[in-house]
């Protein structure tokens, strides 16, 4: 499949809204890798993934706690939570699908995942 028509596939469920700053300054940027991973969670599962934090400036990483180094400020990770799907489940999930790579934090209300070079987990 041409890399193209990939990356048009990506979008289908995802909006620009969704994805921007939760502060309203419209910082928005798009990481194709980690569209593609949200799209196969959502494949997965069949159900909408609904995402509570994506893209983040710094202003409003700083505000809320955010990391110092955040990968949502590089548009690279998202928050995200599924209706009727507890949040370890969607960590067990992708633990299991990437057990090598990716930044994947569970948290009481939602799951992070993030597309860094190398593996990381946490919990909080």
């Known amino acids: ?6 990356r048009e596939m990506t979008i289908t469920h995802f909006s620009r809204s969704e ?6 300054c419209g910082f928005w940027a798009q990481d194709w ?9 959502r494949a997965f ?3 909408p993934v609904i995402p509570n934090s994506w893209c983040r400036c710094l ?7 955010g ?4 990968y949502h400020m590089k548009a690279m990770a998202a928050d995200i939570w599924i209706s009727g ?4 489940l969607v960590a067990d999930y992708l633990e ?6 990716y930044g994947i934090g569970r948290y009481p209300n939602f799951t992070h995942i993030d597309v860094r070079p190398k593996k990381a987990r946490w919990s909080n």
Do not use: F, H, Q, W
Request: charged share 30%; hydrophobic share 30%; net charge negative.
């Open 96 to 101: 299991r699908l990437y057990p090598d790579r």
């Open 59 to 65: 202003a409003y990483n700083e505000r809320i706690g």
């Open 45 to 47: 599962y069949g159900r």
């Open 85 to 88: 799907i507890g949040p370890d």
């Open 19 to 24: 994805a921007a700053c939760k502060c309203g």
């Open 33 to 41: 890798e980690l569209l593609e991973v949200l799209e196969d969670i």
């Open 1 to 6: 499949m041409p890399t193209s028509y990939k």
């Open 67 to 70: 990391a110092n180094d955040s």
